[in-house]
């Protein structure tokens, strides 16, 4: 059995999820995979829900794919393993770059680990994801850290993070940041302050930021009170 080529490996999967990963792209293909591993998998590189009729969404990096639940503890079919192959190929890098359409309502869900851009207007919306990465092309995800060296405080992004939300932004026509964390910890704030300061034009189309607890709050939640804000904008206006 050979392992052929991969994309590169997102280095925050722990070694079971890793396992998964590399037998995905095992050849020839692996028919022992179980279920509960590789929806684990998923879950740890994209954002995964629970669909109708046995059907799981996994969205990522502006890719959609949508899985049955096999009946049995072991995925269902290798159709379905090459669609997982093939999706982890496609999705393996950000569009960092695409703007939106024009003409549209943004919601930016925004932490210090990555940030989802969604068109609220769509039903069903799949985010645009960015996360902070190295020059050069190698990604990472940061993390708070704190040591002697910042006195307790946590390490800044690089500059280009907040960049690449920004160019992502463009043609947006009204603009929504939900954010978690307040103050200096609060990459909403230091997202809208590097608007004001570089995209004048883009910061003026920001018609709110609010703290939400993004991280227990679902996706479809979200873009309900995302779109409840729209609506209630748009009376006032």
């Not at 999706?87 to 703007?99: D, N, Q, V």
């Not at 969604?118 to 990472?140: D, M, S, W």
């Not at 608007?195 to 910061?203: F, G, R, S, V």
């Amino acid at each position: 059995m050979t392992k052929l080529a991969t994309p590169n490996a997102p280095s925050n999967l722990n070694g079971r999820h890793r396992h998964t990963y590399d037998a995905i792209f095992c050849h020839p293909a692996v028919h022992n995979l179980e279920w509960h591993d590789v929806r684990s998998m998923l879950a740890a590189l994209a954002v995964v829900t629970e669909g109708h009729n046995g059907a799981v969404q996994v969205s990522r990096n502006g890719q959609l794919m949508t899985l049955h639940i096999p009946k049995h503890k072991d995925l269902a079919t290798v159709d379905d393993l090459m669609k997982i192959r093939h999706f982890l190929e496609k999705s393996a890098e950000p569009s960092i770059t695409s703007p939106m359409t024009a003409a549209t309502h943004l919601l930016v869900v925004i932490d210090h680990q990555e940030t989802k851009i969604y068109r609220t207007e769509l039903q069903g919306a799949v985010p645009q994801q960015i996360v902070p990465h190295e020059p050069h092309g190698f990604r990472r995800h940061l993390h708070s850290r704190a040591n002697s060296e910042t006195s307790g405080h946590r390490e800044p992004e690089l500059k280009s993070y907040y960049e690449d939300v920004a160019k992502s932004l463009k043609g947006g026509e009204q603009i929504l940041i939900f954010g978690s964390g307040t103050g200096e910890s609060s990459a909403m704030n230091e997202l809208v302050a590097a608007l004001k300061k570089n995209h004048a034009d883009i910061a003026a189309k920001v018609i709110g930021s609010i703290v939400v607890d993004a991280h227990h709050t679902t996706e479809n939640q979200l873009l309900t009170r995302a779109r409840a804000f729209y609506a209630q904008h748009k009376r006032k206006s």
